[in-house]
């Protein structure tokens, strides 16, 4: 018996029959003696179609706006499984963001959570009501209404467990666990019992669909474990915590990332400062870079690939046009990024060369490399991408 707060999904309430099965979950942890709190998303693909609806009119609206649609998605799913919750014979409560405490800064449709005040959420629990959530979503000091970008919700249960230093976070979701590959993908793809935050971090970051990654940075802050398991399977999900066990594995993951651009400045000068030069810009223009490979100069000159996300690409190009515009400049979005995770190759060297290998022997071609203690990630051409997956994956983790 505990304090529990428990996190479903948008095609966990997809319909009504999956509202009354998320309230049977809910009221049977509630049954058993516990508090809960439970956070949701919008049903299924709403968030998904309320964008479409705002671009038909204005795809340029006022983030503001965008706000005040997209916090109507919640709004939804949290009275729908309030009252499922009612149906069953319990009591129940549900609140939007504001209503619970959710203070956040004031980047609309990308605004970081500054504070939970839980005095209503404590309160209601008080009364042991169930406390349905509404997720993604707050209010900054100007009483407007906030979202916390695309997968929010996620971050909203972990703030919460955090804030009330609840027992247990679970994210149910329409997966069991954490695999070793998207298990739709790739054949013998792995559960695991447990993962460290690093590496679901990095997962999660590398292209990993199964929870968002600020999330995970939050629940390694604030020591929250997770656990991610399946609305529609009552079984033990995958763990996240500080450590874990290796389970004779090398590696936990194989990710591969579509979202991917490459920009090539070939014959570049090569004098102090261009680097600078060329990153300072992107930078402000609020474009991330990835990888960064320089090659050795020749002649006075050399090049510098980066990769960034796919829509950036293009504009990259145009930015570094305009400013260099004695070399050639190029853009290739037909790339991938594939990736392995696991603290276990830090201390296993011929980690890289088994990666290597496994690609070398399915013919695919890496055009970058880049590596930290806990991953190593390629780029390749995009149609090799899910070959490459399945064979580093092959090479990594046992058959069974
Ligand atoms: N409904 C929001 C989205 O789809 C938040 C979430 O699902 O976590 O992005
Ligand atoms: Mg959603």
Redesign the pocket.
């Known amino acids: 018996m505990g304090l529990i707060v428990q996190k479903f999904?948008?095609s966990s309430v997809a319909n009504a029959e999956r509202v009354m099965n998320v309230a049977r979950i809910v009221t049977d942890t509630y049954k058993q003696g516990n508090d809960v709190v439970v956070v949701v998303?919008?049903q299924g693909d709403t968030?998904d179609d309320l964008i479409e609806k705002a671009n038909e009119i204005n795809p340029t609206a006022h983030k503001r706006e965008m706000d005040q649609l997209l916090a109507a998605?919640?709004q939804i799913s949290i009275s729908l499984l309030a009252m499922a919750i009612e149906k069953i014979g319990c009591p129940v409560i549900s609140l939007l963001g504001w209503q619970a405490g959710f203070n956040t800064n004031s980047i609309h449709t990308a605004a970081r959570i500054k504070n939970i005040k839980p005095n209503r959420l404590q309160a209601e629990i008080a009364k042991h009501n169930i406390v349905v959530v509404a997720?993604?979503q707050g209010i900054n000091r100007y009483d407007d209404l906030t979202t916390l970008g695309?997968?929010?919700?996620?971050t909203s249960a972990v703030a919460i467990a955090a804030a009330l230093k609840a027992d247990k976070c679970q994210i149910f979701t329409d997966v069991e666990g954490v695999y070793t590959a998207d298990p739709r993908k790739v054949d013998n793809a792995k559960k695991l019992k447990d993962i460290t935050y690093d590496e679901m971090l990095e997962l999660a970051t590398l292209g990993a669909q199964v929870l968002?990654n600020r999330s995970v940075e939050m629940a390694k802050k604030y020591g929250v474990e997770l656990e991610v398991l399946s609305s529609l399977n009552p079984i033990p999900g995958t763990i996240v915590k500080e450590t874990a066990k290796m389970e004779k594995m090398l590696i936990r993951g194989v990710t591969k990332d579509k979202d991917v651009a490459l920009v090539s400045i070939l014959k570049v000068q090569d004098t102090p400062g261009i680097a600078f030069k060329i990153f300072s810009k992107l930078s402000a223009k609020n474009i991330n870079v990835d990888i960064i490979l320089q090659s050795f100069g020749r002649d006075g000159t050399k090049d510098i690939v980066f990769s960034v996300s796919k829509d950036n690409g293009p504009i990259a190009k145009e930015l570094l046009e305009d400013m260099l515009d004695d070399c050639t400049i190029v853009c290739n979005t037909d790339v991938a990024k594939v990736s392995i995770v696991g603290a276990g190759m830090e201390s296993h060297p011929g980690t890289a060369s088994k990666m290597f290998e496994a690609l070398y022997e399915t013919n695919i071609n890496i055009q970058m490399i880049s590596t930290s203690e806990i991953k190593i990630s390629v780029i390749i051409d995009a149609e090799d991408a899910d070959r490459a997956v399945s064979a580093v994956h092959k090479a990594f983790i046992p058959n069974d």
Not at 150 to 154: A, F, H, Q, V
């Open positions: 999904g948008g998303s919008a968030t998605g919640e997720g993604f695309r997968g929010g919700s996620d968002n």
